[in-house]
T-cell receptor
């Protein structure tokens, strides 16, 4: 149980285009989803937190107009990188928090590797 | 922002040896978790230790937590080449309903 999927797993796009990454909780409802970014040989940095039906909360330094997050349902969140540039190339990982129980467990997707050429 | 700092940043050991990684954090926590990540892959959850626990074991893994020093350690005993990976500690703040915040990680190389 508690599986989180991401799609696509890899994407290559040209500079200036937009890319959408989907994150789904497959067998549970997620009250909250988180988006992380990881540059090579670095740690995961939290980008934003999103709750179903409300606007995402972005971490300091993350441009909300560039990284659009939509949390349309309790099982789906999307991250759209708009007007992507080579410096946006990174490994993007989503995470979903199990609804209820007060256990605050987060489950991670397998990640999406974005390469902007 | 990052909560945890691991040390060492990189560790290279021979197969069969034990590997110890340390993590320090800054603020009061609800729990601390350790994750493994193979190169270019997703995260694998290893172990969770709550703020009222001092030690936990899982197979060849032993985690300690010292809340007075705001530090934790991960010990991998009898290491194997397959343990080669990056290891991250991550904390959940005391309030509980906050995202995991990751440390910088330790890159472990186990040489056969």
């Amino acid at each position: 149980g508690a599986v989180v999927s991401q799609h696509p797993s890899r994407v290559i796009c040209k500079s200036g285009t937009s890319v959408k990454i989907e994150c789904r909780s497959l067998d549970f409802q997620a009250t909250t989803m988180f988006w992380y970014r990881q540059f090579p040989k670095q740690s995961l940095m939290l980008m934003a937190t999103s709750n179903e039906g409300s606007k995402a909360t972005y971490e300091q330094g993350v441009e909300k107009d560039k990284f659009l997050i939509n949390h349309a349902s309790l099982t789906l969140s999307t991250l759209t990188v708009t007007s992507a540039h080579p410096e946006d190339s990174s490994f993007y990982i989503c995470s979903a928090r199990l609804r209820g129980g007060g256990r605050y467990e987060q489950y991670f997707g397998p990640g999406t590797r974005l390469t902007v050429t | 922002s990052q909560q945890g700092e691991e040390d060492p940043q990189a560790l290279s050991i021979q197969e069969g040896e034990n590997a110890t990684m340390n993590c320090s954090y800054k603020t009061s926590i609800n729990n601390l978790q350790w994750y493994r990540q193979n190169s270019g892959r997703g995260l694998v959850h290893l172990i969770l230790i709550r703020s009222n626990e001092r030690e936990k074991h899982s197979g060849r893994l032993r985690v300690t937590l010292d809340t007075s020093k705001k530090s934790s350690s991960l010990l991998i005993t009898a290491s194997r080449a397959a343990d080669t990976a990056s290891y991250f500690c991550a904390t959940v703040l005391h309030s509980g309903n906050t995202p995991l915040v990751f440390g910088k990680g330790t890159r472990l190389s186990v040489i056969a």
